[in-house]
């Protein structure tokens, strides 16, 4: 069979191997060209080149593979350092049967961790493949998440929960009150690891600088960047969030939440995700004081953390004229009207705003006896915010 010889996608081959599989079949048919632009392969030399070619395709998915397993390497220390804090309540609250859970997940992924990020990159992340990690460390952190789960619930339950809580959604098919504490922590402490951004954290303390981390800061934030280095930014982006946790947690405990609610839900809020202690959600407190530091922390969570970089000496001008913050205030307050004005109270109007705004979910009071017309207001702010 007679190929048109194309040079622009000729493979190259040793000219031994053309020369041996000549001389392998000889004939006067695999030794001549046929007009210019014409190439006649002598008989076995493609076979002889395809053998040689095999490897190197092989060779493409574990390429690939291998840029892979690394940075998941980090995402499992991640995890198993989100076991920690769970265990210690574990262990506080006497819950033996979840201190034995978290300890052992916590112990099996940090080995798993240890060995996957040994595993070096031949070179820095694609964006598609950027996107795809950071699509399969939530994947994973929701599956995981589903394991302490087990004993009191279905996996199928604890999944829902776990993937609940990464993406910061707050919906639950479990009531907080039949849960151990150490349990409700750690919902609450994922919606704090999913506001955060798994990548983010592991940025921040783990993943080497370059442009593999760059390519995954950037799959999973987008272009906010604080910094020309996605390391130091992830790391100032994670010192804002701290600084909000810590700053938050005090406040709540000095309106009068218990040391452990007040964890808790600074948790759920600074990620604007909504897990509470309770069914009734902050509307079991019935405390204006504790509504009032709930509603500034969720728009605190729900702003950019970018803009907090801002409240240094000399670039606070620059803050108060960023648009982007006072459109969140505003509308805040234009829900916090509109649902007040249909539930017939400002406060809880403005909070119920507020929560629906900044898609947090926490609520002063049932959703069931919220009037029509406020649900619609909220259910647009849900929107607005979405």
Known sequence: ??????????????????????????????????????????KGASKRVLRKLAPQATMVPMQRLSRVVGPIGYVLLVFAGSMIPPSL???????????????????????????????????????????ALTALAYLLFSLLGALPFLPVTSFLDGWFEAAS????????????????RSLVLFRSLYQWIGGAGIIVISLALLLPPGRTALALYTAEHGGEN????????????GLVYLALTAVGFFIYWACGMPVYEAGVHILSTVSTGGFSVYSDSIGHYASPAIEGAVAFFMLCGATSFPLFWLLRPGRFSTLVKERQLWA???????????????MGTAGGGLFQGISALTTTGFSSVPTGELPAAARWVLLIGMLIGG
């Open 1 to 42: 069979m007679r190929v048109p010889l194309d040079h622009r996608h000729v493979v190259p081959v040793a000219q031994g191997d053309l020369h041996e599989s000549a001389s392998d079949t000889p004939g006067p048919d695999h030794d001549h060209v046929h007009g210019p632009g014409w190439y006649s392969p002598p």
């Open 89 to 131: 309540v574990a262990g506080i609250y006497r819950e033996w049967q979840e201190l034995t859970i978290f300890l052992g997940l916590g112990g099996a992924a940090a080995l798993l961790g240890a060995i996957a990020s040994r595993f070096k990159p031949d070179r820095a992340l694609e964006p598609e493949e950027a996107l």
């Open 165 to 180: 809580g990464i993406t910061t959604t707050g919906l639950s098919v479990l009531r907080p009150e039949e849960l151990p």
């Open 226 to 237: 604080l910094a020309g280095n996605v390391r130091l930014t992830a790391r100032r982006v």
């Open 328 to 342: 969140l205030v505003v509308i805040s307050l234009i829900l916090g009207g509109l649902s007040g004005a249909a």
